[in-house]
């Protein structure tokens, strides 16, 4: 048995100081404080120091990293991807597609879902896909972003059903636009498997955005970014996903595809139970300005934008940066901070009882933090994937 001191732990729900956490063959036992009951005279004990326990951070929304796109072919670009993934706190991941031809996003998907079976049958010892986030190609010509054009498809029952099959059942969340004819039948039928329906790339009025809610989706993909503008004669898909309640919806806090003052408004209309960070980071990630890989198509980082002729074309950012910026754009404690890149993203997904929190039967994955909020270690299922060498005086 393995026992882990630091000085505070966030669940996130609850602060502990002096906390001690359990761990017996990867999954947490007890969590609970040094107060409260002694270090078992049988575990091994882990003391972190004057650090910061949290629960590892979920990315729900991920095309790669390190100069990796996870529709790669290439056996070494998830590998890559989840090494820079541990070096910023992100212990579980959902790897996500972009608008591509038809056979590279079935091939795409069918490899994610070897990658994804492969860890969980496996000992699980490192970063970890643990379902697929379908961005496109059932998305509006209008708001495609550098989604292609031409790869746009049709949203059918026989179509989803090849993207079903090809990963498995893998997919676990899906990026839809509602006003697409034919996208409330595919609502319908995908919430029925579970998945969780994402409203975006959407240029839905709020007729269409509220029948889609109606049909099951529950959640809305980096919002403000490829949706129909809010107007106040015109509330469109913004409206509902601000002012309903039932509705949790994710963002990229970088300061570049948001202004932080419309991050600040966004947490203040949601609240930070129902906000959810998210990078869209690309292969681009942890590299320098250049040129890099997204689906099927090139875009280039100029002083850390990604960009695809004049428009955004995923991020740069990291989990880490991105709670420091809500903290910062939105005033947030680190307590609700950690919880929109923790326990939200695994509650959109269904997984919170296993991953998202620091519990007894929550597989053991922490983030260690020190006082400025930079990741120190990185830790799956008990073991010590990733620490930060101490930089040069």
Not at 247 to 259: C, L
Request: hydrophobic letters at 45%; glycine letters at 10%; charged letters at 20%.
């Amino acid at each position: 048995m393995l026992a882990c001191t630091a000085a505070v732990l966030y669940t996130p729900l609850e602060r502990i100081d002096r906390p001690l956490v359990l761990v017996d063959d990867g999954v947490i036992a007890e969590v609970t404080s040094r107060t409260r009951r002694p270090v078992p005279s049988r575990a091994r004990v882990v003391d972190f120091g004057d650090s910061v326990l949290a629960p590892g951070f979920i990315d729900i929304h991920i095309h790669g990293g390190a100069g990796h796109d996870v529709m790669e072919s290439d056996p070494g670009a998830l590998p890559g991807v989840e090494a820079l993934l541990l070096k910023h706190g992100v212990t579980s991941y959902f790897p996500t597609t972009v608008t591509a031809p038809l056979d590279a996003t079935l091939g795409a998907l069918d490899r994610l879902a070897v990658a994804i079976e492969a860890r969980v049958n496996g000992n699980g010892r490192r970063a970890r896909p643990l379902g697929i986030h379908l961005e496109g190609p059932f998305i509006s010509h209008a708001r495609r972003g550098v989604h292609p054009p031409e790869y746009l498809l049709k949203p059918t029952l026989p179509m989803f059903e090849r993207f079903w099959q090809a990963s498995r059942g893998h997919i676990k969340v899906m990026t839809i636009a509602p006003e697409v004819e034919g996208a409330q039948e595919i609502i319908k039928e995908a919430t029925k498997r579970g998945v969780c329906v994402s409203l975006g790339h959407s240029d839905a009025d709020l007729g269409a955005a509220r029948s889609a809610m109606a049909a099951g989706a529950r959640h809305a993909t980096h919002t403000f970014n490829a949706m129909r503008p809010l107007s106040h004669r015109d509330p469109g898909i913004l409206g509902l996903v601000l002012a309903n309640a039932n509705m949790t919806a994710d963002i990229i806090a970088d300061g570049i595809h948001v202004d932080p003052a419309v991050v600040e408004l966004f947490v203040k209309l949601k609240g930070p139970e129902r906000a959810v960070l998210i990078t869209d980071a690309t292969s681009a990630t942890g590299m320098p300005d250049g040129h890099y890989r997204l689906g099927a198509f090139e875009l280039e980082v100029r002083n850390g934008r990604c960009i695809l002729g004049d428009k955004l074309a995923g991020s740069v950012l990291t989990m880490d940066r991105a709670v420091r910026n809500i903290m910062k754009f939105a005033n947030l404690d680190l307590q609700q901070a950690l919880r929109t890149a923790t326990l939200n993203p695994a509650s959109v997904v269904g997984i919170s009882g296993r991953h998202g929190v620091l519990a007894s039967g929550a597989d053991a994955d922490f983030v260690v933090l020190n006082r400025q909020h930079e990741v120190i270690q990185t830790i799956v299922r008990g073991g010590y994937l990733y620490r930060k060498t101490r930089e040069p005086e």
